[in-house]
């Protein structure tokens, strides 16, 4: 059995954990989850399962699997099967949109519900791990990733949800599962060779050492959400090292019919961000923010980057060209204030009103 899709794609995540908890060791493959003419082109974003037949579409490989195999991860009767689809559906079709969208009202009631759902309960249906736990835990975990929600709100706002995750989690399938989709190969062996060709020594190693602490940073950064201007700037300008830092503010230029959306222009932040390789994280900080409103919206930001230019994974990220880089002087007031504004504030910037922010660590 293969699944073959974007391993970065939730859809193929959770068509990946469905065959390993009804029993299978899949081979996972990184390309295109279509190779019939039939579906529409978009159907490439989609992961596909193959056994003797294709099956397109997290549903479709949902309902596959659901009608030969693991009849107790399904549902052993008609009434729990159904509850478990109709769980299972409502994941992947009304949850996951939120992962395109910051932190807001109708998505904290989602985890309201789910949390008075399991002050009583362990699992949804019965007292046993199903499919409608496994999807609704990856896009959870998705959530928590991509920094929409963190473990803090989870802990303090959702605690019975926080406690049935870590007990989904915890399970040796689901770990598996996680094994399973980290030993994804190419679909093109071009590609496969390519990644397995050693990694090239990154320039910003050999820069001279700095005094700045870059994971001390995020630490006071993230455990000081709430005084932000009163302890995490102040800790940040006594340990600045300009020698080795540079401060940067980003801003996206758009097209005349571009940002009209606010949901769409969060997409486009979200899929800059993705574009770069997770390494960079080593060598960068940056908070950039979906500013405006009335459908008049930009993307702009300021980051800490390595070294006293641009990095080379900024020069080579495939949207540079579209986006405007001015560095700033720490010694200037105006900047500095920049600098924190775009760091601390929840609600305004540059008189403009925050409508998302997006924390790069």
């Not at 299978?24 to 003797?52: A, C, R, Y």
């Amino acid at each position: 059995m293969q699944i073959i899709g974007d391993n970065n794609s939730v859809q193929t995540k959770i068509a990946v954990a469905l065959t390993v908890f009804s029993g299978h060791d899949p081979k996972v493959l990184i390309g295109n989850g279509n190779e019939t003419s039939l579906l529409p082109q978009s159907f490439k974003l989609m992961p596909m399962l193959k056994e003797s037949t294709n099956h397109v579409g997290t549903l479709t490989i949902y309902n596959y699997l659901s009608g030969k195999y693991a009849k107790n991860f399904f549902g052993a009767t008609t009434e729990t099967r159904n509850q478990i689809t109709t769980l299972f559906d409502y994941s992947v079709t009304n949850l996951m949109k939120y992962l395109h969208l910051p932190l807001g009202d109708c998505l904290k009631n989602k985890l309201s519900e789910l949390n008075k759902c399991f002050l009583k309960n362990t699992f949804f249906v019965e007292d046993q791990i199903t499919a409608a736990d496994v999807s609704m835990a990856i896009i959870i975990e998705e959530l928590l990733s991509r920094n929409i929600i963190d473990n803090c709100i989870m802990e303090n706002d959702y605690y019975c949800v926080k406690r049935w995750f870590e007990t989904v989690t915890a399970q040796d399938l689901y770990k598996k599962y996680l094994c399973t989709l980290k030993g994804a190969s190419s679909l093109n062996p071009i590609e496969e060779e390519e990644a397995e060709a050693p990694k090239k020594k990154d320039p910003l190693d050999f820069l001279p050492p700095t005094t700045l602490s870059l994971d001390e940073w995020k630490r006071i950064y993230s455990n000081n959400k709430t005084q932000l201007y009163q302890i995490a700037m102040p800790w940040f300008w006594k340990n600045y090292d300009s020698e080795g830092w540079s401060l940067y503010k980003i801003k996206y230029d758009k097209l005349e019919d571009e940002c009209k959306v606010s949901f769409l222009t969060c997409n486009m932040l979200s899929g800059f961000l993705q574009r770069f390789p997770p390494d960079f994280r080593k060598y960068s900080f940056g908070v950039t923010h979906v500013l405006g409103s009335g459908g008049n919206f930009d993307i702009m930001g300021v980051w800490l980057v390595r070294g006293n230019d641009l990095p080379t994974q900024i020069k080579e990220h495939p949207s540079y060209e579209y986006h405007t880089f001015t560095k700033l002087d720490h010694n200037i007031a105006e900047h500095k204030k920049l600098v924190e504004d775009y760091w601390c504030s929840d609600s305004i910037i540059e008189g403009i009103s925050i409508e998302s922010s997006t924390v790069w660590k």
